[in-house]
């Protein structure tokens, strides 16, 4: 049984384009994360929800929208797409939040062309 | 700004010798510090990880070292096995808040039967 699970495992999309990127666990985690995985291979927070609520928001294009309906679950929305947002979008639970051991999903590569 | 350094992109051993991966961080808040693996098409997976009152923690072959005073760690994996190729991330953190980890670039380790 996956743990933590993305949908789509690719994405190939035009410029100015709006697509969602969906993320669910099923490990009974509280708090979830979204993180981007540039061209340099950073690996960056972008956000964080324990709960349903937002706890951590990193300096984010508003662009980019989080969405948690329940606990099991945090989709990302992105309008209006750039070249700049192709990358590795992984999401991510932990038990707790600021649980350093956190749980990764297999990652979205998202190709803006 | 990079606040966690992994100076070496790639390394490679023989079956059977040590592996020592190297990480340095900027951040003398930071108090609990992990090492996270990542194989290819995969979300990076928890290894090990250090509190701050410590100085060493082991488990199996794997073993990471803080030097708080240098601001540095290691990750040492005796004996390496073909297995243990992968990407290796090292992430710090506060522990006990919703702090984000920071994580440092990745050193691709690459062990040679």
């Known amino acids: 049984d996956t743990a933590v699970s993305q949908t789509p495992k690719y994405l190939v999309t035009q410029m100015g384009n709006d697509k969602s990127i969906k993320c669910e666990q099923n490990?009974?985690?509280?708090?979830m994360y979204w993180y981007k995985q540039d061209s340099k291979k950073f690996l960056k927070i972008m956000f964080s929800?324990?709960?349903?609520?937002?706890?951590i928001n990193e300096t984010v294009p508003n662009r980019f929208s989080p969405k948690s309906p329940d606990k099991a679950h945090l989709n990302l929305h992105i309008n209006s797409l750039e070249l700049g947002d192709s990358a590795v979008y992984f999401c991510?639970?932990?038990?707790?939040?600021?649980?350093?051991?956190?749980?990764f999903g297999p990652g979205t590569r998202l190709t803006v062309t | 700004d990079q606040q966690v350094k992994q100076n070496s992109p790639s390394l490679s051993v023989q079956e059977g010798r040590i592996s020592i991966l190297n990480c340095d961080y900027t951040n003398s808040m930071f108090d609990y510090f992990l090492w996270y693996k990542k194989y290819p098409a995969e979300g990076p997976t928890f290894l090990i990880s250090?509190?701050?009152?410590?100085d060493k923690n082991e488990d199996g072959r794997f073993t990471v070292f803080l030097n708080k005073s240098a601001k540095h760690l290691s990750l040492h994996i005796v004996p390496s096995q073909p297995g243990d190729s992968a990407v290796y991330f090292c992430?710090?953190?506060?522990?006990?808040?919703?702090?984000?980890?920071?994580f440092g670039k990745g050193t691709k380790l690459t062990v040679n039967p």
């Open positions: 929800y324990n709960n349903k609520e937002l706890i």
């Open positions: 490990l009974g985690h509280d708090t």
């Open positions: 991510a639970s932990s038990r707790l939040a600021g649980d350093g051991e956190q749980y």
């Open positions: 250090i509190s701050s009152i410590k």
């Open positions: 992430a710090a953190t506060l522990q006990g808040g919703s702090e984000k980890l920071v």
